[in-house]
């Protein structure tokens, strides 16, 4: 399906997507064995909390009825108004159809009246590449690079976003 644009729909997710959120997260092929679990816990806090406090927002995508990808972002602790992404996987099997853009377009939508900079941080190593293409063809400049940050030889790109929001106290969950 690569390449070929589709229309998601977007839903919050629940528990019971736990175990296709795992298979997703593996199946992209760069994230490490030690940072499954911690996608894991951060998608277990984003559904457990359905206040609009809450430290975290899951939103899934679907095709033909099954979960293709997830996003979770939620408000970075001690700022104003600003907000981290703090996990996108695609399904490699539809990468490329435009499914990661709508999680995007529509966490920044609901975003929009909150925050006023978005944060992402990720990997530096050269499989990653297509990664920052991804957040720099939608408006995220690369604002700062940590050498050896995950790993000898693994530097952290962080990426930002000004956003219009003003408001500062809740996760942008509708």
């Known amino acids: 399906m690569s390449g070929t644009l ?5 839903r919050h997710l629940s528990a019971s997507d736990r175990g296709r959120i795992e298979e997703i997260t593996r199946a992209v092929g760069l994230f490490r064995e030690d940072e499954v679990p911690v996608a894991l ?6 559904v457990r909390s359905s206040s609009p406090d809450a430290p975290y927002v899951a939103l899934g ?14 408000p970075t602790p001690c700022t ?8 996108m996987a695609v399904d490699p099997s539809v990468q490329g159809a435009g499914i990661g853009t709508a999680l995007i377009t529509e966490m920044e ?15 530096g190593r050269p499989d990653y590449a297509a990664t920052r293409r991804f957040y720099e063809a939608r408006g995220y400049q690369a604002t700062a690079m940590i050498p050896d940050f995950y790993a000898p030889g693994d530097d952290q790109v962080v990426f930002v976003k000004t956003v219009s929001g003003t408001r500062t106290s809740v996760s942008g969950k509708q």
Do not use: K, M, N
């Not at 816990?41 to 984003?46: I, K, Q, R, S, W």
């Not at 939508?109 to 990997?123: F, G, Q």
């Open 6 to 10: 589709v229309s998601p729909q977007l």
């Open 41 to 46: 816990e951060v998608f277990d806090e984003a």
């Open 61 to 74: 995508a679907d095709i033909d009825g099954r979960l293709a990808a997830w996003i979770c972002w939620g």
């Open 80 to 87: 104003l108004g600003t907000y981290d992404l703090y996990w």
């Open 109 to 123: 939508r609901r975003l929009s009246a909150h925050a006023r900079l978005i944060v992402v941080e990720t990997a």
